[in-house]
T-cell receptor, first 115, second 114 residues
């Protein structure tokens, strides 16, 4: 069974600074997706960034980028120029690529942004 | 294009009762997945419905059941509620087209069992 581990229950960052959230996963599959989701107090799960395992290039979405290390099964999220609106729970998630398979989530990291 | 909606927003029930939660999928989507998110945890997969049939189930007992309707909206039913069923219930809709189907989440229903 696939598992996703987020070892940082809480992180904080100063506004305008950079923060990195860690995630490791375990799978025997070779073709899969990895995701970072943001869940603000409104509870709506919002997709931040997606990485396809067969792509070596790290995904980037504006201030958000990932460091995908397939051999190490590591998938960290870097948030640059942190903003107050980035404060939320962040979940790392895994999904097999074939078919519409369910997401496997980590336990989350609560990010606080300090003004 | 309407997003995923869920009702009700909050619900309080007592142990032993039954509850029905509802989810309207995003326009054009044919698949709904349900997740349970306990306090301080990540979401856990309950089951998925595709074209009105259950299409995968997580490690949840049979008292968790569901339906999907011809318009692809869905219900999650939980019988004989237990205290541990208190959680945020999320539904996610997607278009099953083969590979890489992104799931779009609703705002969730917060269930409290007393």
């Amino acid at each position: 069974a696939q598992t996703v581990t987020q070892s940082q229950p809480e992180m904080s960052v100063q506004e305008a600074e950079t923060v990195t959230l860690s995630c490791t996963y375990d799978t025997s599959e070779s073709d899969y997706y990895l995701f970072w989701y943001k869940q603000p107090p409104s509870r709506q799960m919002i997709l931040v960034i997606r990485q396809e395992a067969y792509k070596q290039q790290n995904a980037t979405e504006n201030r958000f980028s990932v460091n995908f290390q397939k051999a190490a099964k590591s998938f960290s999220l870097k948030i640059s120029d942190s903003q107050l609106g980035d404060a939320a729970m962040y979940f790392c998630a895994y999904r097999r690529r074939s078919g519409n398979t369910p997401l496997v989530f980590g336990k989350g990291t609560r990010l606080s942004v300090i003004a | 294009e309407t997003g995923v909606t869920q009702s009700p927003t909050h619900l309080i029930k007592t142990r032993g009762q039954q509850v029905t939660l509802r989810c309207s999928s995003q326009s054009g989507h044919n698949t709904v997945s349900w997740y349970q998110q306990a306090l301080g945890q990540g979401p856990q997969f309950i089951f998925q419905y595709y074209r009105e049939e259950e299409n995968g189930r997580g490690n949840f007992p049979p008292r968790f059941s569901g339906l999907q309707f011809p318009n692809y909206s869905s219900e999650l039913n939980v019988n004989a509620l237990e205290l541990d069923d208190s959680a945020l219930y999320l539904c996610a809709s997607s278009l099953t087209s083969g590979i890489g189907d992104e799931q779009f989440f609703g705002p969730g229903t917060r269930l409290t069992v007393l």
